[in-house]
């Protein structure tokens, strides 16, 4: 079982920064791989960064590539969203996601355990 908790939201105005942190609770988190999806009103939740268990490799959609940056640090049970150059369509909800498995995970259904989510909101 692990157990998710976001932090790190709020307002910006457009071409600022914001990181997001996911703490996790529970010995195993070093053994899942961690993505952050984010949701706007009315639509499903949408990776846009992904990182392997040990950190070795990432993944991030091509609409945040270059500005996003996804890290862990699993000593200290952490994973990180690093977003800079924000823009107005980057206003959602985020959540981060743990998941057990090898595939699939570009797909929320990916994905075994939620946190509740950071609002960020970008204003232009």
């Not at 009103?41 to 040990?54: F, H, I, K, Q, T």
Request: aromatic content about 12%; some cysteine.
């Amino acid at each position: 079982q692990v157990q998710l908790v976001e932090s790190g939201g709020g307002l910006v105005q457009a071409g600022g920064s914001l990181r997001l942190s996911c703490v996790a609770s529970g010995r195993t988190f070093s053994s899942y791989h961690i993505g952050w999806f984010r949701q706007t009103p009315g639509n499903e939740r949408e990776l846009s960064a992904a990182v392997s268990w040990s950190g070795a490799t990432t993944y991030s959609v091509d609409s945040v590539k270059g500005r996003f940056t996804i890290s862990r640090d699993n000593a200290k049970n952490t994973v990180y969203l690093q977003m800079n150059d924000l823009k107005p369509e980057d206003t959602a909800v985020y959540y981060c996601a743990a998941s057990s498995r090898a595939y699939g995970l570009t797909y929320s259904s990916g994905y075994n355990y939620w946190g509740q989510g950071t609002q960020v909101t970008v204003s232009s």
